[in-house]
């Protein structure tokens, strides 16, 4: 079971709950991670084959996407079939100025690194930090050795708003402007069966936003 959340000063959208079966891969070695998932936004979380004939979802049906602000904090919670959660994705992003009928995607992976390895970090504004956001072309420009213990992939679409309606009563969030955000489809996630040791090794987590240059038209 997943858990979908965003998290935002201007209005939250309602949590979904999102049943999805996790494929296992078990000899991908200790590079990759061995669990992959399609989480659709239709809550239908169907196997590998299902998930691999259905083929991506057009962002204009209402079933397969969720609303949400086009500036705030994503979270995604993963849950074994006991309950138990397994691991929660968190990743800022802002949208705002994505334009009417375009879509884009943000993408995240976490991977593990032996604490007593250099640890390699880029510099922005004077500070240096393990967990921060980068952009796309810097993205692998870090460390060239490490094992892969997470990732996830979102997609967003920017959709123009009907002028009759001002309010999505399903959500809450008040319409400013003359289009909506969501995420569409399916989130794509990778993820590890156990937890990282942190007494040999430590994690770092890195985001590649949205932006301009990634940008598509939607279908109609």
Do not use: W
Not at 6 to 34: E, I, N
Not at 85 to 102: C, K
Not at 132 to 159: D, I, N, P
Not at 189 to 213: K, M, R, W, Y
């Amino acid at each position: 079971m997943a858990v979908l959340a965003v998290q935002a000063g201007c209005g939250s959208p309602a949590k979904r709950r999102l049943p999805f079966t996790a494929m296992y891969f078990p000899d991908l070695g200790r590079q990759a991670p061995p669990y992959c998932a399609y989480i659709h936004l239709d809550g239908k979380g169907g196997a590998s084959q299902e998930d691999q004939e259905r083929g991506p979802a057009r962002p204009t049906k209402a079933a397969s996407r969720y609303r949400v602000p086009k500036k705030g904090q994503l979270q995604l919670v993963l849950s074994n079939p006991e309950g138990t959660p397994v691991h929660t994705f968190l990743a800022s992003y802002d949208l705002e100025h994505l334009r009417p009928r375009s879509k884009t995607f943000l993408r995240q992976k976490t991977t593990a690194f032996p604490k007593q390895a250099k640890q390699m970090t880029i510099e922005d504004d004077g500070f240096l930090e393990t967990q921060r956001m980068l952009k796309c072309t810097e993205v692998g420009k870090k460390v060239k050795s490490g094992s892969l213990r997470y990732a996830m992939q979102v997609r967003f679409a920017c959709l123009p708003v009907k002028r009759s309606s001002k309010v999505d009563a399903g959500n809450g969030l008040e319409d400013a402007d003359e289009s909506r955000l969501y995420i569409y489809d399916c989130i794509r996630v990778i993820f590890a069966h156990q937890q990282a040791d942190n007494d040999s090794e430590f994690l770092q987590t890195e985001t590649c936003p949205c932006g301009d240059g990634l940008l598509s038209e939607t279908e109609n």
